[in-house]
């Protein structure tokens, strides 16, 4: 069950990125389970060539980016302004 779905997670993300909102709609799972689905198809690419590419969260209030996050889930607040309006991490299979 868990290899078809994550073979339908890296469709969804080829030549389109989503965010796990988007994602957990389109595959009817939660999604607290598509960020962990995702951190396994992060690591299964990897050995085969290929990436998660990774638009990292942005304040919408002072432009800080989170470049440096590894985790793949949202950050809460911005450090550098504390708002609590951010962008949601993008995910595309390259
Ligand atoms: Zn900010």
Do not use: N, W
Request: glycine share 6%.
């Amino acid at each position: 069950m868990t290899g078809t779905l994550r073979q339908q997670l890296i469709a969804h993300l080829q030549g389109e990125a989503l965010d796990a909102l988007e994602l957990s709609g389109r595959l009817h799972m939660r999604e607290k389970a598509v960020y962990e689905h995702l951190a396994h198809v992060r690591r299964s690419l990897a050995s085969s060539g290929r990436r998660l590419e990774v638009t990292p969260a942005r304040c919408l209030q002072c432009d800080y980016r989170f470049q440096d996050r590894q985790r793949l889930t949202p950050p809460g607040r911005c450090p550098a302004c504390r708002s609590t309006r951010l962008t949601r991490p993008l995910f595309r299979v390259l």
